[in-house]
């Protein structure tokens, strides 16, 4: 006599995230000098830039283990 069989799975599920931030900062400075004949201006204008940029990677795992019945 010939008995079905038949296979159960244990499945383990896995989560992993990883976060990444990278800040980069940019300053200019420029200077501009006048001159007429009585006076002389200098001016002198500094602009910073800030960028921020998140990076997220999320990787799931399954494995599923046979269990034999």
Request: proline fraction near 1%; glycine fraction near 0%.
């Amino acid at each position: 006599m010939t008995y079905p069989s038949f296979f159960l799975f244990r499945s383990t599920t896995t989560t992993t995230t990883t976060t990444t931030t990278t800040t980069t900062t940019t300053t200019t400075t420029t200077t501009t000098t006048t001159t007429t004949t009585t006076t002389t201006t200098t001016t002198t204008t500094t602009t910073t830039t800030t960028t921020t940029t998140t990076t997220t990677i999320t990787t799931t795992t399954t494995t599923r283990t046979k269990l034999i019945q």
